[in-house]
C-alpha cells in the first residue's frame, strides 16, 4: 500500500505540473494559487488520459515511457508547480473544521474500499475491465466483439497507467481522486460566487452525497464530467464578468475535456457553448472580436475533446460507436443491434420502474423525474437504495432562487446549466442517477446560496450541518455487508481472493475456470451481459446484446455458431447458465435456444459453479446436432 500511495502522490504530481504547462500555454491560468493549483490537476488527468491513450496505440503503454512522460511534465512545469505551492495561503478553517472532519471521515471509509478487490457494477464490465488489458499487455488490444471497448475515454486511460504502473490499487486511487477534485471545484465554483461559507457548504454536501460515496468506491466516468462541469462553469462565469480571454480558453478546456469523459459529457461543452454565445449576443461586440470568442471555444473544446473520439473512429470507423449508426455507420454493428439495444434498455428501465408502481418514462412523464430521483433511488438499478440517493437538499431549495439578491445571474446560470444538462439527458437519453448526476451537482451549487438566502447565516448552518450528518447516516448503511471484510482486507488480516470468493459469484466461478483452461487456449463467454473483469485466459464475448463478431441474425444455427467458434481458435466455452433458458423477448428466446443446442451438441462439460459452467468445445466431427433445432 505505501508503494502505491508513493506512486500515486508521484503521478499526481507530474499530472499537476503537465496541467500548470498547458494553462500556462493557453494563458488560461487563474490567478489564486488554489484554484490554480486545482485546475491544474484536473487538466493534468485529462493530458494523462491522452497519453495513456497515445502511448497504448503505440504499444508503449510500460512503466520506462510512463516514467519519461511524467520526467518531461516536471522539467516543464516544475518550476511554475514550486511557485503555486509557494503562494497558497494557510487554510483558515474557522467554524468549517466539523465539516471538514466528517469529509475526511467519509473519505477514510471510501480509501478502505479502493484497498479491497472491485465487485460487481460496470467497473467489472468495462470500467476497470479494458484498462486492466491495456495495462497489463501495454497496448490497445483487438476487442470488436465488444462495444464496451469503443467506451474509453480519459478516466479509463488513467486507470490504464494505474494498471501499467502498478495494478489495481493505484487504478482505483485515480478514481478517488476524481471525488475530491469535484468536491473541490464545487465548493470554488460556490465560494467565488457567493461567499466561503457557502463554498465550503456546497463542498461538504456533495462530498457526502450516498451516490458520491457510491462513485468513489466504483470507478467510473461520471465524477470526471462533474469535475470538468464544474470547472468549465467556473471559468464561464469568471469570463462573463471579466472578459478575461484566459477565462474563456480555461472554460473551454474543461467543456473539452468533460465530453472527453464520456459521450453523454458532450452535453457540457454544449451547453456552455451555447451560454457564451448568450453572453456574446448581449455583450454586441464587434464582429471581429465575437467571432474571434466564439472560434476560440470552438476549437480548445475540439482539441481537448478529440483523442479519444478519433481513437473510436479508426477502429471502429465511428467516433461515438455505437451509438448514432443511423448516420455514421459502425463496423460489426447493425440497423438490428442498435434497435435490440434500444429495447435491452427499454426492458432495463420497466423492470426497476415496477419498483415505484409506474413504468418507464414517456413523454411528460419525464416531469416526475426528479421527484423519483429523490425518494425512489431505488427503482433505476440493482442496488441499494442509498447508493443512488441525491439527498432532497437540491429538489427543497431550488425554488428560493427567486430570493438571491446578489449575484443572482450566476446562480441562475449555474441552475440553467444543471437544469439544462439533467433534462436534456432524462428526456433524451436516459433518465438515471449516475447519468443525470452532473446536471444535479450543479443544481445543488446553485440551491447552496438559495437556502442561505431563505434561511440566512443563523438557520443555514444548522440545516447544513443536518443535512451532512443524515448523508453521513444513509452512507453509514453503505457499508454493510463488504465494509467490515473491505476493512480487513486493507489491513491485512483476509486475503483478497478470500474476500471475492464471499461476494463474487463470478469470480468463484472464474477462479476455477482460469486454472482449468491453459494460457494459450480461448474461452468463448456466452452471457448477455458479460463482466470479463476475473478472465484471466484470452476470451471472445458472445453477447447478443452487442452483436460484435457474433451476428445472432447469421448465426442461427448450432452448425454456424460451432463453425464460427472453430474460426475464432475457441477451445472453451463459459454459460451462464440461465442465460440458456432466458425468455424476456422473441430474439432472446432464439438466442437461448441456440445457445443450449450448442452446448449440448459441441461441448464436453467441465466444471459448473455458482450459476456459470465451463465446457471444452469438441472438434466439428464431433459436432451432434439436435434434430429439433435451436428454435424448437
Known amino acids: 500500500m505505501i508503494v502505491d500511495l508513493l506512486l500515486f502522490a508521484a503521478t499526481v504530481v507530474a499530472m499537476t505540473a503537465a496541467g500548470l504547462c498547458v494553462l500556462e500555454l493557453l494563458g488560461a491560468a487563474p490567478r489564486g494559487a488554489a484554484e490554480r493549483l486545482l485546475d491544474a490537476v484536473a487538466v493534468g488527468m485529462g493530458v494523462a488520459g491522452a497519453v495513456g491513450l497515445v502511448l497504448a496505440a503505440a504499444g508503449l503503454l510500460r512503466p520506462l515511457p510512463l516514467a519519461i512522460a511524467g520526467a518531461l511534465a516536471l522539467a516543464g512545469g516544475w518550476q ?34 479502493m484497498l479491497a478487490p472491485p465487485v460487481g457494477g460496470d467497473q467489472t464490465k468495462y470500467q ?43 487504478a482505483r486511487f485515480f478514481n478517488g481522486l476524481s471525488g475530491v477534485l469535484a468536491a473541490a471545484a464545487a465548493g470554488v465554483l460556490a465560494g467565488r460566487q457567493f461567499g466561503r461559507r457557502v463554498g465550503v457548504a456546497a463542498a461538504a454536501l456533495f462530498f457526502t452525497l450516498p451516490i458520491t460515496w457510491s462513485l468513489m468506491t466504483r470507478a467510473g466516468s461520471d465524477l470526471a464530467v462533474t469535475v470538468y462541469a464544474l470547472l468549465a462553469t467556473a471559468g464561464l462565469l469568471e469570463w462573463a464578468r471579466s472578459e478575461a480571454p484566459g477565462a474563456l480558453r480555461r472554460a473551454a478546456l474543461m467543456a473539452g475535456f468533460a465530453g472527453g469523459s464520456k459521450v453523454m459529457g458532450l452535453l457540457v461543452p454544449a451547453l456552455v457553448g451555447i451560454a457564451v454565445l448568450v453572453v456574446l449576443a448581449r455583450r454586441a461586440w464587434p464582429a471581429g472580436r465575437t467571432l474571434a470568442a466564439a472560434l476560440t471555444f470552438g476549437v480548445v473544446v475540439i482539441v481537448a475533446a478529440c483523442p479519444w473520439y478519433v481513437r473510436n473512429a479508426i477502429d471502429f ?77 437540491a429538489l427543497a431549495f431550488t425554488p428560493a432562487l427567486l430570493l438571491i439578491g446578489r449575484r443572482r445571474w450566476a446562480a441562475y446560470t449555474i441552475a440553467a446549466l444543471g437544469l439544462g444538462y439533467a433534462g436534456i439527458i432524462a428526456g433524451a437519453a436516459w433518465a438515471h442517477p449516475r447519468y443525470v448526476f452532473p446536471g444535479v451537482v450543479l443544481l445543488l451549487v446553485a440551491a447552496v446560496p438559495a437556502a442561505y438566502a431563505l434561511l440566512g447565516r443563523r438557520a443555514f448552518p444548522v440545516l447544513v450541518g443536518l443535512a451532512v450528518l443524515g448523508n453521513v447516516a444513509l452512507v453509514g448503511r453503505l457499508l454493510h455487508p463488504l465494509w467490515p471484510d473491505q476493512l480487513r482486507v486493507a489491513v491485512g488480516r483476509l486475503d483478497p481472493h478470500e474476500f471475492l470468493r464471499r461476494y463474487s459469484d463470478r469470480y468463484e466461478f472464474w477462479e476455477r475456470a482460469n486454472a482449468a483452461v491453459g494460457p494459450t487456449d480461448r474461452v468463448l463467454v456466452l452471457e448477455k ?104
Not at 536 to 545: C, D, G, I, N, Q
Not at 603 to 623: E, H, I, Q
Open 80 to 113: 511554475s508547480l514550486r511557485e503555486t505551492v509557494g503562494a497558497l495561503e494557510r487554510p483558515r478553517l474557522g467554524r468549517a473544521w466539523p465539516l471538514l472532519a466528517v469529509c475526511l471521515l467519509v473519505l477514510a471509509t471510501e480509501f478502505v474500499t
Open 128 to 170: 476497470l475491465a479494458y484498462p486492466r488489458l491495456y495495462g497489463e499487455s501495454g497496448t490497445l488490444l483487438d476487442t470488436p466483439w465488444s462495444m464496451w471497448s469503443a467506451m474509453q475515454f480519459i478516466q479509463n486511460f488513467v486507470f490504464a497507467i494505474g494498471y501499467a504502473l502498478r495494478g489495481e490499487n493505484l
Open 317 to 393: 470507423h465511428n467516433p461515438i460507436y455505437p451509438f448514432g449508426y443511423g448516420m455514421l455507420g459502425g463496423t460489426h454493428w447493425s440497423k438490428p443491434a442498435s434497435d435490440y439495444l434500444e429495447e435491452y434498455y427499454v426492458q432495463y428501465r420497466g423492470t426497476y420502474a415496477t419498483r415505484r408502481g409506474a413504468a418507464p418514462y414517456a413523454g411528460l412523464q419525464v416531469a416526475r423525474f426528479p421527484w423519483d430521483l429523490t425518494m425512489h433511488p431505488s427503482s433505476f438499478e440493482n442496488g441499494a437504495r442509498q447508493s443512488l440517493d441525491v439527498s432532497p437538499f
Open 529 to 632: 451481459i458479460p463482466h470479463p473483469y476475473y478472465i484471466e485466459r484470452p476470451f471472445v464475448l458472445a453477447s447478443y446484446l452487442e452483436q460484435g463478431l457474433l451476428d445472432y441474425r447469421v448465426l442461427d444455427t448450432p452448425e454456424r455458431l460451432v463453425a464460427a467458434a472453430h474460426s475464432l481458435g475457441i477451445t472453451h466455452v463459459a454459460v451462464d447458465v440461465a442465460a440458456l433458458d432466458a425468455k424476456g423477448d422473441p430474439f432472446e428466446a432464439d438466442v437461448s435456444r441456440l445457445w443450449r443446442a450448442f452446448v449440448d451438441g459441441a461441448c464436453t462439460p467441465v466444471l459448473s459453479r455458482s450459476g456459470f459452467a465451463l465446457y471444452a468445445l469438441r472438434p466439428v466431427s464431433a459436432f451432434v446436432a439436435n434434430p429439433e433445432g435451436p428454435r424448437g
